[in-house]
């Protein structure tokens, strides 16, 4: 019988060569998608104001006119990024391996319940008794 917390874990193992490949289709898919983004998209005051309004925030003339050629220069930048050729580079998931830190379980010898409390002083029914707390 299978739980439902072994059949999600199941699921979130993917293969690492199906990892590869599936981030390899997705990256050219947004690098489809970021050209199409790049010849439609037109930086202008109206995005800008656009923009804002959705953030919520109240520029005024002087700082739309600012951030006109800002937010191209930006645009710009990232669409450089998009042509390069990243056909033959593998994703990388994590640059830096992980590694368990934890040791082992393994089960080693350790004292009898008698030999745990035999120095105690204060002991009731196998257990080490304390102050009271209320």
């Given at each position: ?11 979130k ?5 199906q ?13 489809a998608n ?12 109206e ?9 919520r ?12 050629p ?5 645009i710009?930048?990232f ?9 033959n580079?593998?994703?990388?998931f ?23 409390l ?5 002991k ?11």
């Amino acid at each position: 019988m299978v739980t439902s917390l072994q059949k999600n874990s199941e699921d979130k193992q993917e293969k690492p060569e199906q990892q590869k490949t599936e981030a390899k289709a997705d990256a050219k898919d947004n690098k489809a998608n970021a050209s199409a983004a790049d010849a439609s998209a037109e930086i202008n005051k109206e995005l800008i104001k656009h923009v804002a309004a959705l953030a919520r925030l109240k520029l005024t003339e002087k700082e739309l006119e600012k951030f006109v050629p800002e937010l191209k220069e930006i645009i710009n930048t990232f669409s450089q990024l998009n042509k390069v050729n990243v056909d033959n580079v593998e994703p990388s998931f994590q640059p830096v391996e992980l590694k368990n830190a934890l040791r082992d379980d393994i089960v080693e010898k350790s004292f009898t319940n008698e030999e745990a409390l035999s120095n105690a002083e204060h002991k009731k029914e196998g257990y080490f008794k304390g102050p009271s707390v209320m």
